[in-house]
């Protein structure tokens, strides 16, 4: 009998899989865990041994890439909120058949998790603790982020990271 079994780590193996179905344009809902075992040539044992849902593939991924923002922001920007979004962009671009194939299965999730890494920033804490009225503000800006990632993404690259981050840097709200 044939060894149909794949070479690799078992998460990206299961990551890959799922990407794949999604991409083949099968509804995120309607993909079941076997779907996923039988596209990613593994066994029940294993994809249970690295995953309990198939939510939980895109969490773990997502939190992969937010680690990988994290350490770029740490090592290679300036602590500001420009130094972020250069971050953010930077590895997205890296990640973009991911975070896109996370952006088609499933919206909500994907925009929360955005929202969410970039609420927990070093930078917002920051921002929050020098004048908690400034929260709404960072907000605003936190989710223009978001839409321009996500288009730009979708869009292919189409415009070079530092153009993005000087137009968001060129971007005033207004506050009264």
């Known amino acids: 009998m044939a060894n149909n079994k794949k070479e690799g780590p078992i998460n990206l193996l299961i990551t890959d899989a799922l990407c794949r179905l999604i991409n083949s344009n099968k509804k995120y809902n ?45 090592t290679n920007c300036s602590h500001t909120f420009s130094g972020l979004v250069y971050s953010i962009f930077t590895v997205a671009k890296d990640n973009k058949d991911y975070i896109l194939c996370f952006y088609k299965a499933n919206q909500t999730l994907y925009f929360g998790n955005i929202v969410q890494t ?38 292919d690259c189409d415009v070079a990271i530092e153009d993005i981050v000087r137009m968001i840097k060129s971007y005033q709200i207004v506050r009264q």
């Open 118 to 155: 970039l609420i927990n920033s070093k930078i917002f804490k920051e921002e929050k603790q020098n004048d908690p009225t400034n929260y709404y503000f960072y907000i605003s800006k936190v989710w223009m982020v978001v839409g321009i990632l996500s288009s730009w993404l979708n869009r």
């Open 30 to 74: 309607d993909i079941t865990i076997e779907d996923i075992i039988k596209e990613a040539h593994i066994c029940r044992k294993s994809f249970y041994r690295t995953f309990k849902t198939k939510d939980e593939i895109l969490e773990v991924k997502f939190k992969d890439i937010c680690s990988k923002i994290d350490t770029y922001f740490a």
